[in-house]
């Protein structure tokens, strides 16, 4: 059974820093392109790092770039998300997600729909 799990979420103030991170389980994702995408109250839900199996990453939106900072953590089949400076617009559930398909390992998707699995997201909360 696959399982894609985040942890690292919280409550934080406006300029604090936190970081997530995500592990998968339950296939072989050696090969496998990894990202986080968050979905604030009321909007859709946005990419926002994507890491590819040989370690390519795609830019991340402007609302966050050069503050978040994906990246693995030794295993192939874990990914963390390092953000600074968090602003109150940060507010959001951060889901982390994993896709299968290994035409990706050289460059991880943008798209939410060509990523297979799916973790229940964690909370980050950033006060101002």
């Known amino acids: 059974q696959v399982q894609v799990v985040e942890s690292g979420g919280g409550l934080v103030q406006a300029g604090g820093s936190l970081r997530l991170s995500c592990a998968a389980s339950?296939?072989?994702?050696?090969?496998?392109?990894m990202g986080w995408f968050r979905q604030a109250p009321g909007k859709e839900r946005e990419f926002i790092a994507a890491l590819s199996w040989n370690g390519q990453t795609k830019d991340s939106p402007d609302s966050v770039k050069g503050r978040f900072t994906i990246s693995r953590d030794g295993a192939r089949n874990t990914v963390s998300l390092r953000m600074n400076n968090l602003e109150p617009e940060d507010t959001a559930i951060y889901y982390c997600a994993v896709t299968a398909d290994t035409r990706y390992r050289f460059s991880p998707p943008l798209n939410e729909k060509e990523y297979d699995y799916w973790g229940q997201g964690t909370q980050v909360t950033v006060s101002s």
């Open positions: 339950g296939r072989d994702f050696s090969m496998s392109a």
